[in-house]
């Protein structure tokens, strides 16, 4: 049973954009918060984003003012802009509602 639907990685070039979005099936139940990770290889999972139900949103030092969450309460998804991409910001991304993980999608930023 699938519950988070992540789509939208890929390979891009430096200073590239995607867009990653995570659609919340009816197995989800609460979307009070929603939030995107990422984890490098060899490195811990971290938080990159969150918003709440409301809209208030957090970002990682490393991706203020590069990245943009947000939100469709009414299609329940939530998604990633990503611009100004970087080598560091390879990584495979994870969002993360109501204590559940979706499957994640790559993220290469590469020439």
């Known amino acids: 049973q699938v519950q988070l639907v992540e789509s939208g990685g890929g390979l891009v070039p430096p200073g590239g954009s995607l867009r990653l979005s995570c659609a919340a099936s009816?197995?989800?139940?609460?979307?009070?918060?929603m939030s995107w990770y990422r984890q490098a290889p060899g490195k811990q999972r971290e938080l990159v984003a969150s918003i709440t139900y409301s809209g208030r949103t957090n970002y990682a030092n490393s991706v203020q003012g590069r990245f943009t969450i947000s939100s469709d309460n009414a299609k329940n998804t939530v998604y990633l802009q990503m611009n100004s991409l970087k080598p560091e910001d390879t990584a495979v991304y994870y969002c993360y509602v109501d204590n559940r993980w979706g499957q994640g999608t790559q993220v290469t930023v590469s020439s």
């Open positions: 009816r197995g989800i139940f609460s979307i009070n918060l």
